[in-house]
């Protein structure tokens, strides 16, 4: 029998599984469980010690992502209201679903060597192996090295479970197209990139996916178009903030500001013409810019071995510039080292106080963050460092001050970090009072206060590409 004819026997899609509650699992899985087409949802959690406390919170509607989330608590809070979305660690389950989706991190153990981790993906994929039966569909969401869909993934499920993808079962990719802060309206208003490892599985995977469409459509290709795709479009954004960062420290250099120089390129617009800009800052995080130029250039190297034509040992572009951005929390320290030494004051030994340890301004979302490199730096610098963040309860191995108050209080510098919606609100009168310096130091690395306001009250000001503001006449 053809796959094509043992999905016609089996029927609709009807029962859904995710495997994964996290950024991209939870809100898939609440919105395959609010469409009628589908009868219901297993959200798969293992319960381990740092992140088995989400089974109980979702079976009670509760979302353990913090930070604003539009949407997504009441949805959840509906599903399983209505008994079409439970939370498990019985993988078992699996064995009664028609489709099941893997939403699971694939961060990198050395990005020099290339080298994933792919520990926790794998072991989901022999999961849904070891239960699956005939008939079914196994959609990769995670971002991976191309070529992974129709190697290493389909042999596992293959050897886990004796049955021949494309024969007995549908295995495809579709990448997840999400940002934090709004989870559930770009799963509903983003186009859906679905590749299968044949027709019948690009098929029965736009099948899934189609229901929880609102805006967008589905585009189908193969598997390895797929992974190339999400690695790609990742890849080519984190390019284009890189050209910003690197703009943005070319105006510091030569004493303009970087904002006019954006408006006035922006400004070039006509049939055929786009020059917009992405923005500069203090740096990138996240789970996905930080990785998957790795993931590209690993699936060239080897899916393109000996094939690739490329200037000979020239760097890669992709790798250039993550170098960039990798390097714009070092150059806040810069700016920090500077204002404190316009202010007299050694960097050893001084306070800072770090404002926003989430990646994303308004999120809890502290994966790669940017601050982190930046937090080093200062300590090795030899400063006391406090850090608040509204959003962020707990980080590993840091110690979150309740209040930007208590955080800021005699601070020799504070360092805004995130863009977050309390820290655009800072009166400066306020914050010099509580630091009880003469001229404190404020370094602005997501352009969100007003240089002006703050170099009146007082303070020494520095902010990424604001090289007309950067060496301003300090005021008594």
């Not at 016609?8 to 991209?24: A, C, E, L, N, Q």
């Not at 040992?313 to 951005?325: C, Q």
């Not at 106080?353 to 982190?372: I, V």
């Not at 200062?378 to 979150?400: C, E, K, N, Y």
Request: hydrophobic share 40%; glycine share 10%; with cysteine.
């Amino acid at each position: 029998m053809t796959l094509d004819a043992l999905i016609k026997k089996r029927g609709p899609i009807r029962k859904i599984g995710v495997i994964g509650m996290g950024y991209v699992g939870i809100p898939a899985a609440a919105l395959f469980a609010d469409s009628p087409k589908f009868e219901h949802v297993y959200g798969f959690q293992r319960d381990s010690p740092s992140s088995g406390y989400k089974i109980a919170m979702l079976n009670r509607g509760e979302s353990p992502l913090k930070g604003e989330e539009p949407g997504l608590e009441a949805l959840l809070k509906k599903v399983v209201g209505v008994h079409k979305f439970e939370c498990t660690a019985d993988f078992s389950k699996i064995a009664g679903l028609d489709a099941v989706t893997l939403s699971i991190q694939t961060p990198f153990l050395d990005k020099d060597d290339l080298i994933p981790d792919f520990s926790a993906l794998y072991e989901g994929i022999r999961n849904v192996g070891r239960n699956m039966r005939p008939g079914m569909l196994v959609v990769l969401e995670s971002t991976i090295t191309p070529g992974t869909t129709i190697g290493p993934a389909r042999a596992m499920l293959e050897e886990e479970s004796d049955l021949i993808a494309g024969v007995d079962f549908a295995l495809a990719h579709a990448p997840e197209r999400v940002m934090v802060g709004r989870l559930i309206r770009n799963i509903r208003e983003h186009d859906r990139v679905v590749g299968g490892i044949d027709p019948a599985s690009t098929a029965r995977a736009a099948e899934l996916y189609s229901p929880l469409l609102t805006v967008g459509k589905v585009i189908p290709m193969t598997a390895t178009a797929a992974e190339v795709t999400k690695t790609a479009e990742n890849t080519f954004r984190d390019l284009q903030i890189a050209a910003a960062n690197e703009l943005a420290l070319y105006c510091e250099a030569m004493g303009v500001n970087f904002y006019d120089v954006r408006g006035g390129i922006d400004s070039l617009k006509g049939e055929g013409i786009t020059r917009a800009m992405l923005w500069p800052g203090a740096g990138v995080g996240g789970h996905c810019l930080t990785k998957d130029t790795y993931h590209l250039e690993r699936g060239v190297k080897q899916l393109g071995k000996d094939i690739l034509d490329y200037p000979e040992k020239e760097p890669s572009l992709f790798v250039l510039a993550r170098t960039i951005n990798d390097f714009m929390p070092r150059h806040m320290l810069r700016l920090t080292s500077d204002g404190l030494a316009r202010a007299g004051t050694p960097i050893r030994g001084a306070k800072i106080a770090l404002l926003g340890w989430a990646f994303l301004a308004n999120s809890d979302d502290t994966r790669n963050t940017p601050s982190g490199p930046f937090r080093d730096y200062l300590i090795a610098a030899g400063t006391t460092v406090t850090v608040h963040d509204p959003h962020v309860g707990h980080a590993p191995g840091l110690s979150l001050t309740p209040s930007h108050e208590e955080a800021i209080r005699g601070a020799d510098a504070v360092v805004v970090f995130a863009g977050h919606r309390q820290y655009r609100s800072l009166d400066p009168r306020q914050v010099k009072a509580l630091t009880r310096k003469e001229h404190p130091v404020i370094v602005d690395g997501r352009n969100i206060i007003d240089p002006d306001a703050w170099i009146g009250a007082g303070f020494i000001y520095k902010g990424i590409g604001r090289g007309d503001k950067n060496n301003h006449p300090i005021k008594d």
